[in-house]
């Protein structure tokens, strides 16, 4: 925890960061209106959840004041959120995003909070559609669909050649759980938070929640020689996938706290890149366990079906026009070639029809 | 028995606990574990997301054992994802407030989640009622927690991580009986550390480390 006062802080506010996040906000909010018509209380579990959680946030603020004027309005914007959608089920780390979305674009003025550029219902519009384009995923009874999105880590770690895929091969990526579902918001101290507004900065607009995972990976990748030393290549770690999960995830959480921002920009640039890149795509693209969820990139999937029966049809034409000789290597790339194709097809209908 | 409350063990041990703090959100199972691993106390602590580890070795009986301790994120929400981590589990403190009536209720949930969950049934659960310092704030008794615990064959202890009462006992009393339970009964899961220094699931099996085996450094402390 930070121990600067936020004399500091309300420079590093004023950024052009914070402008930047608060602009993408509104290209996000575009006409949209909040639908108070299915308003309901909240639950008495989930008020007491927020409650537990609002009372151990914003430990990175010093004065005990401000502190607590932010605590509170963390606690009203929350129960506002699950008044308005009451089919969201609040996660604990939700309030770290929250409480990082009105620290941004807040401060405090005479002993009372003042809000940047909007007001409390534009504030709370643009949590409730961050929320509804990144995070609703998140929100559901269980947390199902965050194992899902950690599945994805290994075959992302694959496609950057790690050669340590094999530790963590077809195992969700458990230990950065905390990272992803907050955002990188879950450890923010006076300090790291420029890196963190670029982060979200970038995520938003990525306009694709993949993108953190595509970020977390590469964080990995970029810190594999550090990663390698002080954990794969340490034999007090273990070969406990668990335990080199959570060695790796705080290493890199440590080592993105120290990290130059330039540096920073470069990674997340070449992230964003990557998450639109046909290698990175195809994870996502060729996978049914993302069916109807954020990280859906809105494939059209009949689509997907026609291109692969199509590609399997040209594959199998090519090959009668060959040799029939399997020892010639092009009617042998050529086999090995539709082989794939047809196994990636089956597995896509298997895929579907389980699903 | 005697307690190590150095980490000089951490580079070198004889056997490898996994031991899981598992029980209702905001009853102090992180300070628990920072209490006991780093003799720290966190008044602004913050929330536990998903799981968080840490480590410390003890000596017992002239062994030495690490103690490798997961904390779990408390609500309900988080078992697909903390549950993942009962396996290989040989211990247990389920950990309730003794302020929060309600959580000393759920601690029957939290054995059933535990029973169901894991492949070992010889393991060492043991119940804490934190927040001991708290006593005019009461509202779970203790005769009726150690009923409870009696009923269920639970090790049982107050504590009170922030003026660090029975904290030390609590975790020592759990990985003595593991231990004294692995030396009677031949097959309980614990883990050893096998000469290549990776960690396997077996017997408890004594092993003593090559001396080039040694390390200089630290790691695989608390996450």
Known sequence: MSTTEPSLKHNLKTTQDVEKLQNLLEILIQDIVIDHKNETLVPSSTLNQIKLDVDRSFNYIENATNKSLYKSLLKNTLNKVFEIKPKWFYYQGYHDIVAFFLYQLTYIENGTVQFKKCDNDRLLLYIIVFTENFLKDFMTKDLNN?????????????????????????????????????????????????????????????????????????????????????????????????????????????????????????????????????????????????????????????????????????????????????????????????????????????????? | MSDADDNQYNYDYDLLYKLVLIGDSGVGKSNLLSRYSNNDFQINSKSTIGVEFATKAVKVDGKIIKAQIWDTAGQERYRAITKAYYRGAVGALIVYDITNTKTYENCSDWLNILSTNLENNDIVIGLIGNKKDLQHQRSVPIEEAQEFARNNQLLFTETSALSNENVEKAFTQLITTIYENSKHQTGIETLTKNNNGSIDAGNTVSLTKNNKEKKSSSSGECC
């Open chain 1, 146 to 355: 965050a194992m899902v999105y950690l599945n994805f880590i290994p075959k992302i770690l694959k496609k950057y050649n790690m050669y340590n895929y094999q530790i963590f091969k077809n195992k969700p990526f458990y230990g950065s759980i905390a990272n992803i579902i907050t955002l990188f918001t879950h450890n923010i101290s006076q300090q790291n938070i420029p890196i963190r507004l670029k982060i979200m900065s970038y995520l938003l607009e990525s306009k694709n929640i993949s993108f953190i995972l595509v970020f977390y990976t590469k964080l990995i990748s970029h810190f594999k020689l550090k990663i390698e030393e002080r954990v794969l290549n340490n034999s007090d770690s273990g070969n406990d996938p668990l335990v080199l999960q959570s060695l790796i995830n705080t290493l890199i959480t440590d080592e993105l706290d120290k990290i130059d921002l330039n540096e920073l920009e470069k990674l997340l640039k070449e992230s964003f890149d990557d998450m639109n890149s046909p290698k990175i795509q195809n994870i996502f693209k060729y996978s049914y366990e993302n069916n109807g969820l954020l990280i859906n990139f809105d494939y059209k999937r009949e689509k997907i079906i026609l291109k692969n029966t199509l590609l399997v049809a040209v594959n199998m034409i090519m090959l009668k026009k060959m040799t029939p000789d399997i020892t010639s290597p092009y009617t042998f790339a050529g086999t090995v070639l539709t082989i794939n194709n047809i196994h990636r097809l089956i597995r896509y209908y298997t895929l579907r029809y389980l699903k």
